[in-house]
């Protein structure tokens, strides 16, 4: 695998508003003043969709870029998440459902997905490169199908329905905008820990784990356990990406959890690019546009087809995604922008 | 006594049990626990002839990824479209035969096109080569949901194959002393009699012909293979024909005995996947025994524990993984 990302140069000492990057903050800007101009349509269904996408995206880039393992069972640990929240919480398929407030059921779920991602690790570290992709797509597959088939706790076939996001401190985070704040909020909350974890010295031991397990071991790191961290952090977002999953659409099946929506999150995370957290959100904006819209370009039907040819020529034409494509069309910004993000 | 004795004695007995429990008239309290001799005996016979659909599938997979480190994860989906051609030809010709030998000839011939174009271009780039078979993969099931529609179609087997076989295997005996044997479908035995026959001869050609001989020394060490003048594209175009022709074989052939439907591709990659993990990639031998391990487990569990049939197959993956990472048959890197 060749993710390498430069190392950081020596920056001087900036204040936070240099730190932080104009680049950043025209961003920031204009995500908080998107529902302005955004019908309720394109603040949920786009919005809220590609934030929520985009963090699944950013937990398999947290792990492919900086730990070297492509993982296909990310939407796995957001399903376990979702089905955490629909039987702690309340859903109305009448089975199940504790019904306890969501501030001790999202925790809850969270931590389930995250002990979940660990143990998915935990399997699928002792492999490597693309043993790493078929194991995880071996549990992602496994997983689907047994929640498919399991009636006791995952309702089967049908899964869960009217599971509804709470209301609180007089907001029903359910209405458009405040989810899409939500979502906003907690996408930003992952882009930065992720961010500023790639810098910290366990993001370095993982990246120089990623570059020379052998020679990381011989110095005395435990890279299993490094790695397997990496899959807690990585469960973390991707239980909250699920929280915010099951509460956008309402609902959990086993079909969210399927082999498409497992490829949809390597596709999102490969189209924007590995190299930087931005990556994944980029790519979720443009599969979720793609995926809203091809409909009108080539009908009802085929809109799997051009998702895949636009995912082929990406893959072909530019390894690093997007961001890729980007830093070729413009070398010099391509150069700030890795030595301001890495 | 030595170790090895005692696994010996210890393999002897779990044979000894077996062949009790398959040619024995089961006592009542035995019945009581396994549902039935018949149940019991069914699901062996049905994993082993899965395992037999299995390992076609398999096979091909390991092959491809054994020689060219190269993971098609568009793997389920030759195996359907091998299945659609399969149920066309044999639809309009009335052939059957023909119908499986345009299932193998055409997916081999599509392999052949998938390695020239698209993975000799990113030769040595485990990534981008995944990447890309799952491109195609999606690509494909759109487009043959696209010809063929959501339905499920059944190949239709030649009457020769249909009937059913009376196997020396007592099921029970009726009051009036007579006993009834088990029988079962004929087809399913001459699909896994075809999985052993192409199995033997996958095994002979890698180990006894010259192209065999190249593909293992590709396996070891491409470039020195590339330094002694053989023309490595070559060798990797038959590999992937071979491999991909193997997949469109087993589609017909298990269209035939199950139903040809859109999913079925994933459900044949994941088989896929398992048997090599469990068994250890690029082995042949280690297919059979992956094969075989995952398709008992899928039919007994199917019978036993109807719910929890896909753990068991996941719970062999892991302890398979926790003990030898390489798989049971595979090379440690």
Not at chain 2, 55 to 82: C, K, P
């Amino acid at each position: 695998m060749s993710l390498t990302i430069p190392a950081d140069s020596a920056a001087p000492q900036k204040n936070w508003l240099e730190k932080l990057g104009a680049g950043h903050i025209i961003l920031a800007v204009v995500l908080v003043l998107y529902p302005l101009v955004a019908s309720d349509f394109f603040l949920t269904q786009i919005g809220g969709y590609s934030l929520i996408f985009g963090m699944l995206g950013l937990s398999l880039m947290l792990l492919a870029g900086y730990g070297g393992m492509v993982s296909l069972a990310q939407i796995t640990v957001a399903g376990i998440a979702a089905y955490a929240i629909a039987i702690l919480g309340n859903n109305n398929s009448n089975i199940l459902g504790f019904g306890w407030p969501w501030w001790l059921a999202v925790p809850f779920a969270v931590l389930t997905a995250a002990l979940a991602s660990a143990l998915i690790g935990w399997i699928s570290v002792r492999t490597e490169g693309i043993y790493t992709i078929m194991i995880t797509l071996a549990i992602a597959t496994a997983t689907y199908y047994f929640a498919q088939q399991n009636y006791a706790i995952f309702n089967g076939h049908s899964g869960y329905a009217g599971i509804r996001a709470p209301a609180f401190w007089g907001v029903n985070w359910r209405d458009p905008r405040p989810f899409y704040y939500l979502c906003l909020g907690l996408a930003v909350l992952s882009y930065a820990a992720v961010l500023y974890g790639s810098r910290s010295t366990f993001g370095m031991t993982l990246q120089a784990i990623r570059d020379n397990p052998r020679r990381m071991r011989a110095l005395g790191y435990h890279v299993t356990a490094h790695k397997v961290f990496a899959w807690l952090l990585a469960g973390v977002i991707a239980g909250l990406a699920g929280v915010l999953l099951v509460w956008f659409n309402g609902r959990v099946s086993p079909g969210t959890i399927g082999v498409d929506a497992a490829i949809d999150v390597l596709i999102i995370a490969v189209i924007g690019g590995l190299r930087h957290p931005i990556g994944p959100f980029l790519g979720a904006v443009v599969v979720v546009l793609m995926q809203t819209f091809a409909i009108d370009i080539v009908g009802a039907e085929r809109f799997n087809t051009l998702i895949g040819m636009v995912f082929l020529v990406i893959v072909f034409v530019s390894p690093d995604g997007i961001l890729g494509l980007w830093g070729r069309i413009k070398p010099q910004f391509a150069q700030e922008s890795l030595r301001s993000g890495s | 006594m030595t170790g090895r004795q005692a696994w010996g004695l210890f393999w002897l007995l779990v044979a000894a049990v077996i062949a009790w429990l398959v040619f024995a008239v089961w006592p009542d309290w035995l019945n009581a626990i396994l549902i039935s001799k018949k149940a019991f005996v069914s699901a062996i016979l049905n994993g082993i002839t899965l395992a037999g659909l299995y390992f076609l599938v398999a096979s091909g997979f390991t092959l491809i990824f054994g020689l060219m480190r190269n993971v098609n994860l568009a793997h389920g989906s030759l195996y359907l479209l091998g299945a659609y051609i399969g149920y066309e030809v044999t639809s309009r010709t009335g052939y059957w035969l023909l119908g499986v030998f345009a299932g193998f000839v055409v997916l081999a011939l599509v392999g052949v096109v998938m390695q020239v174009f698209v993975f000799r271009r990113l030769e040595g780039d485990d990534l981008r080569q995944t990447l890309v078979s799952i491109g195609i993969s999606i690509v494909a099931a759109d487009l043959m949901l696209a010809v063929w529609a959501g339905g499920t179609y059944q190949i239709t087997t030649p009457e020769w194959l249909d009937g059913a076989l009376t196997l020396p295997v007592i099921t029970a005996v009726r009051s009036n002393g007579a006993s009834v044997f088990l029988t079962y479908p004929l087809y399913r035995v001459v699909v896994l009699a075809a999985a052993i026959v192409i199995g033997v001869g996958l095994w002979l050609m890698l180990n006894k012909t010259r192209v065999g001989m190249m593909i293992r020394a590709g396996v070891d060490d491409r470039a020195m293979l590339s330094a002694s003048g053989v023309n490595v594209h070559a060798v990797f175009a038959i590999v992937f024909a071979v491999g991909a022709g193997l997949a469109g074989f087993a589609g017909v052939v298990g269209g035939s005995a199950l139903s040809v439907a859109p999913g079925e591709d994933v459900r044949y990659l994941l088989a896929s996947l398992v048997v090599v993990i469990v068994g250890g990639m690029g082995s042949i031998t280690g297919a059979a025994i992956g094969a075989l391990l995952i398709g008992l487990a899928e039919q007994i569990g199917l019978v036993y524990f109807p719910t929890y049939g896909i753990v068991l197959t996941f719970v062999i993956m892991v302890v398979t993984l926790a003990v030898r990472p390489q798989g049971i048959m595979g090379k440690a890197r």
